[in-house]
């Protein structure tokens, strides 16, 4: 068996913080419509809110305590004001107006537990794709009812505060799992687990400390996981990982190089974990992605659905 190894090349597509979180386990309320920044040297803002608010600079200045600490927006940068947390803000620029965008909205897993809540998370950030994310926030701004939300607005704000978490997270607080009562914790813990494995499956062993973090016995919490997502801890991690590769065939790579792009040195037992995973080999993979782009899609496929491992097209 090959040695697996990390790699951190940038070029390596990303699978994003909230990757391995159920669609349908993910609960966005946005609880009042979007606040359009305009503020004058005169505005000064004192307040504690029951809901997190984020803050996005489009132009000027914006200067902050948030908990007693000081902090300075400019264009590009957003603010997490967690629930519960006072901040008292001004203008500091007598020449120019302070304009942004400001949201107060809950997230909460299965509905009732608030996500920022397992998560450590720095509470400002530069933006790092803002000339992609910045005519989205001007257009969330300036299309935003006054007094209500709409449907289209629920997405579009996921969307920006996706972009927010991928810059500002630092860690799973997986000691909050724990806290959860017995009816609840099990698939808590569950998807908070495969939630840190998709988030970074190039991690060497990521799957075996992620399990030995769970508030629960080892042999115990590797049947739940297996039971509920189908596959043991460590086969999601290889799983993912061969989704990370399957984005790079597409994209061009040889089998070689991709292989070395996720960590492994044997290109030939790479393609037996792929055909493994996928169904297919990583040529096959490849000559798939070629029909498609040809408009033609493999028997069975035609729907643009598809359940790994895949299965050979019928006659």
């Known amino acids: 068996m ?11 597509p990303a699978t994003g913080v909230l990757a391995g979180i159920p669609v349908r386990a993910l609960d ?24 997190h608010d984020l803050v996005i600079c489009l132009s000027g200045t914006g200067d902050y305590l948030l908990d007693d600490a000081p902090v300075r927006l400019t264009p590009g ?36 537990h608030d996500l920022f809540a397992r998560m450590t998370c ?13 005519p989205l926030v001007r257009h969330y701004r300036a299309t935003a009812p006054a007094s209500s939300t709409t449907l289209v607005m629920h997405h579009a704000f996921m ?20 806290a959860l009562d017995n009816s609840e914790g099990l698939p808590m813990a569950v998807t908070m687990a495969a939630t ?44 993912k ?23 492994f040195t044997d290109s030939y037992y790479f393609s037996r974990l792929f055909k493994r995973h996928i169904g297919i080999s990583p040529r096959g993979w490849q000559d798939q992605v070629s ?11 035609e729907d643009g659905e598809q359940i790994y491992p895949l299965r050979p097209p019928p006659g």
Do not use: C
């Open 196 to 239: 840190q494995i998709a988030s970074d499956p190039l991690q060497p062993g990521l799957a075996d400390r992620v399990v030995a973090g769970a508030p629960y016995s080892d042999v115990y919490f590797r049947r739940e996981f297996r039971r509920r997502l189908g596959v043991t801890p460590a086969k999601y991690q290889e799983f």
């Open 77 to 112: 940068m957003a603010m997490l004001i967690p629930a519960g947390t006072r901040f008292v803000g001004r203008n500091p620029d007598p020449d120019q107006l302070y304009t942004g965008l400001a949201q107060h909205f809950r997230l909460d897993l299965f509905g009732t």
């Open 122 to 134: 720095r509470r400002v950030v530069t933006l790092s794709r803002w000339p992609m994310l910045e």
């Open 241 to 263: 990982r061969m989704e990370i590769a399957m984005q790079l065939l597409e994209a061009g790579y040889g089998i070689t190089e991709t292989a070395r792009r996720v960590g």
């Open 2 to 12: 090959d040695e697996i190894e990390h790699n951190s090349d940038a070029s390596t």
């Open 291 to 301: 029909q498609r782009r040809d408009g033609r899609w493999p028997r069975g496929q």
């Open 159 to 178: 969307v920006i505060l996706n972009e927010f978490i991928e810059d500002a997270f630092v860690s799973w607080n997986t000691a909050q799992t724990g």
């Open 28 to 51: 966005l309320t946005l609880t009042r419509s979007a606040i359009r920044m305009r503020h004058s040297h005169s505005w000064l803002i004192d307040k504690v809110n029951t809901v």
